[in-house]
């Protein structure tokens, strides 16, 4: 059974970094990063196929990276040139439900992790 959990959040000020993880207990191909903020839906930020495939949202497209490291199992984001805008809770995702092709869906995958926090301040 497919689990998830992310590790790697929190506190940084503007203009910093962090790495989240999200370690996977079995092999899945496709993966995405989502955040979430009180009183709003899941933000699809990026998303990878196996290990190359990338796609990303407009409003993270060259400060954030995604990657895996399939022999981990392992997911990550690299996030650059932090914004109080990006303070949220930061979830990965996999388990695509059935042909959906929207990979920055929240309603795409049926699997997700407990999330993490990363607060951005001045």
């Known amino acids: 059974q497919l689990q998830l959990m992310e590790s790697g959040g929190g506190s940084v000020q503007v203009g910093g970094s962090l790495r989240l993880s999200c370690q996977a207990s079995?092999?899945?191909?496709?993966m995405a990063w989502f955040r979430q903020v009180p009183g709003r839906g899941r933000e699809g930020l990026a998303t990878i196929w196996d290990t190359v495939a990338t796609d990303y949202a407009d409003a993270v497209k060259g400060r954030f990276t995604i990657s895996k490291d399939a022999a981990r199992n392992t997911l990550y984001l690299k996030m650059n040139d932090l914004q109080p805008e990006d303070t949220a809770i930061y979830f990965c995702?996999?388990?695509?439900?059935?042909?959906?092709?929207?990979?920055?869906?929240?309603?795409?995958?049926?699997?997700w992790g407990q999330g993490t926090q990363v607060t951005v301040s001045e």
């Open positions: 079995i092999d899945t191909y496709r």
């Open positions: 995702s996999a388990g695509v439900i059935g042909r959906s092709y929207l990979f920055l869906s929240e309603n795409t995958y049926s699997v």
